[in-house]
C-alpha cells in the first residue's frame, strides 16, 4: 500500500539553527498539506499545495518558515531559525484531488518530531 | 468560517462496552467528515469517513452517522478493545474551502481492562 513519506523522523537543534523537512507525497497526489501538531492538540494547516502551487500559506509564519514543491511532487519545509516555540510533530499529508472518487481524502506520513534547544 | 466542536474531549469505557464520540459542524456546506485515529507519537490514521450524501457508514465495529438537519455527526466503536485506546479526531471539510479539513479537539478514549 502506498504511503507518503517524510524525513528526517527525529530532528533535535538548537535556537536559531535553520532545519528542513521532506515530503513525498503518494504517487499521483496533487495535493499536499503541511501540518503542525503541538502534543494534545489537533493538527494545525500551515501550507497546501496543488501541484506545484501554493493554495493557502495563510498560517504558515513566512518571518521564519518557508515551504516548496518546485516540480509539484516532493515538498521542502524549511524554518530558519529555529525557536523553542517551535518544538512539534511536522506531519505531511496528501490527497488527490483530481479524481473524483475520495478526492477530499487525506493520508497522512510519519511525521517528523522537532526538538529545538 | 467553519468551527468543528467535538466531545467528550475524555471517555473512559470498559472492554467490551460501546464508545460513542460526538462532533458539531457550523458550516452547512460541509460535505466531507472523516475519523482518524492517533495513537501516542504516531501519525493520524483514517480510520472511517461519510460524505453528505449518505446518513450512516459502517465498518465492522466502526459506524458513524450524519444529521445534516441538525449538522452533527458521530463515532460508534463497539465491543472495544485496548487497542481502541488512542485519541480520536474528528473533522469537516467543503469545496469552497479547497478540501481543507476543520478539526474537532479530540478525544482521548481510555478503554479499561
Known amino acids: 500500500e502506498a504511503e507518503v513519506a517524510q524525513s528526517p523522523r527525529y530532528k533535535i537543534t538548537e535556537k536559531s539553527q535553520a532545519v528542513a523537512f521532506w515530503c513525498d507525497p503518494i504517487?499521483?497526489?496533487?495535493?499536499l498539506y503541511w501540518y503542525r501538531q503541538i502534543l494534545g492538540q489537533g493538527p494545525e494547516l500551515l501550507v497546501q499545495?496543488?501541484?506545484?502551487?501554493?493554495?493557502?500559506d495563510s498560517q504558515l509564519p513566512k518571518d521564519r518558515f518557508s515551504a516548496e514543491r518546485l516540480k509539484g511532487v516532493d515538498s521542502t519545509l524549511k524554518i530558519q531559525p529555529a525557536e523553542l516555540g517551535d518544538s512539534a510533530m511536522y506531519l505531511c499529508?496528501?490527497?488527490?484531488?483530481?479524481?473524483?472518487?475520495?478526492?477530499?481524502?487525506?493520508?497522512f506520513g510519519p511525521g517528523t518530531r522537532l526538538l529545538v534547544l | 468560517g467553519e468551527n468543528v466542536e467535538q466531545h467528550p474531549s475524555t471517555l473512559s469505557v470498559q472492554e467490551g462496552d460501546s464508545a460513542v464520540i460526538k462532533c458539531t459542524y457550523s458550516?452547512?456546506?460541509?460535505?466531507?467528515f472523516p475519523w482518524y485515529k492517533q495513537e501516542l507519537g504516531k501519525r493520524p490514521q483514517l480510520i472511517i469517513d461519510?460524505?453528505?450524501n449518505v446518513g450512516e457508514k459502517k465498518d465492522q465495529r466502526i459506524a458513524v452517522t450524519l444529521n445534516k438537519t441538525a449538522k452533527h455527526f458521530s463515532l460508534h466503536i463497539t465491543e472495544t478493545q485496548p487497542e481502541d485506546s488512542a485519541v480520536y479526531f474528528c473533522?469537516?471539510?467543503?469545496?469552497?474551502?479547497?478540501?481543507?479539513?476543520?478539526w474537532g479537539a479530540g478525544t482521548k478514549l481510555i478503554i479499561k481492562p
Open positions: 499529508a496528501s490527497s488527490s484531488i483530481r479524481w473524483d472518487r475520495e478526492k477530499e481524502t487525506q493520508y
Open positions: 504517487s499521483g497526489h496533487a495535493t
Open positions: 499545495f496543488q501541484d506545484e502551487s501554493v493554495v493557502d
Open positions: 458550516d452547512s456546506a460541509s460535505n466531507y
Open positions: 461519510i460524505r453528505s
Open positions: 473533522a469537516a471539510s467543503t469545496p469552497r474551502s479547497n478540501y481543507q479539513l476543520i
